[in-house]
């Protein structure tokens, strides 16, 4: 059976700001997946978002240091072998400050001070605290940022699903329909935030951050074009439409 069919029966000015609200909300979806395309989405060098992704930005990389992946890379012609291989194991035995006055500091003044030395951009690697760090793992967020995040965004975004649902909720639906679709954000917004710091942890939850992102943005995006349809396209349309499924 459909319900409370008020959505359609909306003077001219609640439909205009509803209209308004639903609007910039759905162009703010299409922002965030841009956003998160260009930030997470290049995290793992290539353009898209994939899982990979995901585990680098809250898991990190701990296969390494920048500094291996450069001595290995980039930096790889800047010094002979024996001293990238000497400077690598000292970053895997955890780059320990009392091998830097004797064992470590020399080579990096021979061969990478040159241009490390402070005059550019570069970091200085005369700062023995600079060369150890990046000389750690990257593993990935930290706990002050992720926890900044999470407040931002569940607070944030709540508000969002409050007044998409609470729109929503005054369409004509079937009822359990209409129940799932204003739940679901809610549920997929928790089991994303949740994901972020289980994949920080260990990278095999990095796919439900995948699944709540996606989940909350088909419930949104349902719910609006729903409402949408429903101030703006006369009634005899899209009736026939619903009812077709009713239960
Ligand atoms: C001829 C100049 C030069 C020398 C010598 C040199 N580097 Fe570099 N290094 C660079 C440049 C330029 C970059 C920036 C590359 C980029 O960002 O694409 C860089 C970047 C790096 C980075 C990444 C820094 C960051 O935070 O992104 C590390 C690590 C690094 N170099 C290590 C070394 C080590 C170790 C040595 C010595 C064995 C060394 N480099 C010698 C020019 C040099």
């Not at 800047?78 to 006055?101: C, N, T, Y």
């Not at 990046?134 to 607070?155: C, Y």
Request: charged share 15%; proline share 3%.
């Amino acid at each position: 059976m459909l319900q409370n069919s008020t959505l359609h029966r909306l003077t001219m000015s609640y439909k205009v700001l509803f209209t308004g609200f639903l609007l910039v909300i759905g162009v703010g979806l299409l922002m965030a997946g841009a956003q998160i395309m260009l930030t997470h989405g290049m995290a793992d060098g290539k353009p898209g978002l994939s899982i990979n992704d995901i585990v680098y930005s809250y898991y990190g990389n701990r296969t390494g240091s920048k500094l291996e992946s450069m001595l290995n890379g980039q930096m790889k012609a800047m010094a002979p072998d024996e001293v990238r291989f000497d400077l690598i194991q000292w970053a895997r035995d955890g780059a320990s400050m009392k091998d830097w006055e004797g064992r470590i500091k020399p080579q990096v003044d021979q061969y990478c001070v040159s241009c490390h030395g402070g005059e550019s951009s570069l970091p200085n690697f005369t700062k023995p605290e600079v060369f150890q760090s990046v000389a750690a793992v990257d593993s990935g967020a930290s706990i002050a940022s992720l926890t900044r995040v999470s407040h931002i965004h569940l607070f944030g975004i709540a508000f969002i699903f409050l007044f998409v649902g609470w729109i929503f909720a005054m369409s004509e639906y079937t009822q359990r329909w209409k129940l799932i679709l204003i739940s679901t954000p809610f549920v997929f917004l928790i089991v994303d935030i949740l994901s972020w710091w289980l994949t920080k942890f260990s990278p095999v939850f990095a796919w439900l951050t995948m699944i709540g992102g996606v989940g909350y943005s088909l419930a949104s995006t349902a719910m609006i074009f729903t409402s949408l349809a429903q101030m703006w396209v006369p009634r005899e349309h899209w009736l026939s439409f619903w009812e077709n499924d009713k239960e």
